[in-house]
């Protein structure tokens, strides 16, 4: 979608802290932080590790 994790529509780099997420919400159209938005569990157990969180439901990376 080309905006940033934290916009509606989803799908693009966030970075908090150390921690770094590529998010794709293609079809869900949420931000990371949303219900739904394609996002794999997140936690501050995470830290220093980079996650790809694919969306069950866009099927995209």
């Not at 966030?14 to 996002?39: C, H, K, M, P, W």
């Amino acid at each position: 979608s080309g905006n940033t994790a934290d916009e509606n529509g989803g799908g693009g780099f966030f970075q908090d802290s150390s921690r770094v997420y590529l998010i794709n919400t293609t079809v869900s159209g949420n931000s990371a932080s949303e219900v739904g938005g394609g996002l794999a569990v997140v936690n501050e157990y995470f830290d220093n590790l980079v996650l790809l969180a694919n969306s069950i439901l866009s099927g995209n990376l």
